[in-house]
């Protein structure tokens, strides 16, 4: 895909707007603090946002900065909030200690730095890892979705821990995450009916609105806070060599209720509602809403290349067409009908970026390239200068329906992967260097 110069030029700005702010790492707290209100004791976790980009460009970074002595002054801060407060920090990929891995892996990746910490922090995250499994294997269709997906559960902590596979203790706890996801495709019982584990009964449902919502429970399909995130997690597992009995079927098995309950707009455009309500699910009719928000979270591009992760790792060519159809489908779309409105990761035009720049890079083609020089276009033109670090992060007041007329939006300063300006810039910089995708795990699209 040949780059226009213009172009470069304009994602090279946004890229310096951000790393002029992680080349001080006091300059970065203040502004983190007047967004955030964060106290001290709460700031060493939001380092891993510089840690990050600065270990995934490490090599193309501004050459007039020591910053081998940056990126040690945000561990030494890091390593000092994870000392004190470690027994009170989660394990999860977001804002956790899997998080904190995640960012000094990018680092150690290039430096050689930190590997003893990095070991040290891994020994912990598995120790909690096992403690948290003992409990989860005893409630299978009675946990909240965030006991198991990727930004809080068991597939994100997954996806991270697939990079240190030949420790055996890893290995051994990644089987049992593996076993568990199995597990949760069996079926159990409920209400008189028969219903896979990956069940959410009402009462582990997010917030009161949801349990009023679906007062019998319902099925996440999403890869953000759903089932999306054990399919990837088991078929990034079987592509890197670690398979358990079962393994292969549970894939097999969760595909085939995506498939079941995908629908069709007046287009022909196959699309996913995301949620699946315990009544629908029993009549396999279920009440749909044509929503084909195109986010990472939620939305039919996120579950697409699920199941394309998916099907790669079982070698099914029909469901591998099936997926690459969806996605071409969506990158001819009109992108104004993708119902997003910011240029974040979560549920914004640099989540659909990444996404399609990983099925370019698996399936090169004129519709994908197509599609991302748009969606370049579009995250470009949202930068702003007076932002504290490049983009703002608009969405919607959290109270209101997506399709409300007359949409409030809200907007805010954002240093963050999902919600932010990190995973903004980080979708733009792979356009220009397409190898650096490490990040990608983050967001288990890759």
């Not at 081998?68 to 956790?96: A, C, H, Q, T």
């Not at 498939?259 to 949620?275: M, Q």
């Not at 390239?369 to 930068?383: A, G, N, P, R, Y």
Request: hydrophobic share 35%.
């Amino acid at each position: 895909m040949e780059i226009c110069e213009s172009k470069k030029k304009e994602i090279l700005k946004c890229f310096d707007k951000f790393i002029n702010v992680c080349k001080s790492p006091e300059e970065f707290q203040k502004r983190v603090k007047l967004v955030f209100k964060a106290r001290n004791d709460e700031m060493f976790l939001e380092y891993v946002v510089p840690l990050l980009i600065l270990g995934e460009f490490y090599e193309i970074l501004p050459k007039n900065e020591n910053w081998d002595d940056i990126i040690y002054e945000y561990m030494m801060r890091i390593k000092d909030g994870v000392e004190k407060y470690l027994p009170n920090i989660s394990i999860s990929l977001f804002n956790g200690l899997s998080d904190i891995g995640y960012s000094i892996y990018s680092v150690y990746k290039k430096t050689g730095y930190y590997g003893k910490f990095l070991n040290t922090l891994n020994s912990y995250i598995v120790e909690e890892l096992n403690n948290l499994l003992d409990i989860a294997e005893n409630n299978v269709g009675n946990m909240y979705s965030t006991d198991y997906d990727t930004i809080y559960g068991f597939a994100g902590i997954g996806g991270y821990l697939l990079m240190f596979k030949e420790d055996e203790n890893i290995l051994n706890a990644l089987k049992r995450i593996i076993k568990l996801f199995v597990n949760m495709t069996m079926n159990i019982e409920v209400k008189g009916y028969k219903v896979p584990g990956w069940y959410i009964p009402a009462e582990k449902l997010f917030d009161d609105k949801s349990k009023e919502q679906y007062k019998n429970g319902n099925f996440n399909e999403a890869l953000s806070h759903g089932i999306c995130g054990p399919l990837v997690f088991m078929s990034l597992s079987l592509n890197e060599g670690i398979e358990i009995e079962g393994q292969k079927e549970a894939i097999k098995n969760i595909i085939d209720e995506l498939l079941r309950f995908s629908h069709k707009d007046e287009f022909e455009n196959i699309y996913w509602t995301g949620i699946i309500s315990f009544d629908d699910y029993i009549t396999g009719e279920e009440n749909e809403i044509n929503t084909n928000r195109q986010s990472w979270c939620y939305g039919t591009i996120g579950i697409a290349r699920s199941l394309y992760i998916a099907g790669n790792a079982i070698k099914n060519q029909d469901i591998l067409k099936f997926s690459n159809e969806i996605l071409e489908g969506i990158s001819e779309m009109n992108i104004d009908s993708w119902m997003l409105q910011c240029s974040h990761i979560c549920h914004g035009y640099g989540g659909a970026l990444a996404i399609m720049e990983a099925m370019n890079k698996d399936n090169k083609n004129k519709k994908y390239e197509s599609c991302i020089e748009k969606l370049t276009d579009i995250i470009i033109d949202s930068f702003d200068n007076n932002s504290l670090f490049g983009f703002y992060n608009y969405t919607i007041e959290r109270d209101k329906p997506f399709n409300e007329e007359n949409l409030q939006l809200t907007y805010q300063d954002d240093h963050t992967f999902l919600e932010g300006s990190l995973g903004t810039v980080l979708a733009l910089m792979t356009y220009l260097e397409p190898n650096r995708d490490y990040w990608m795990r983050h967001i288990m699209i890759k």
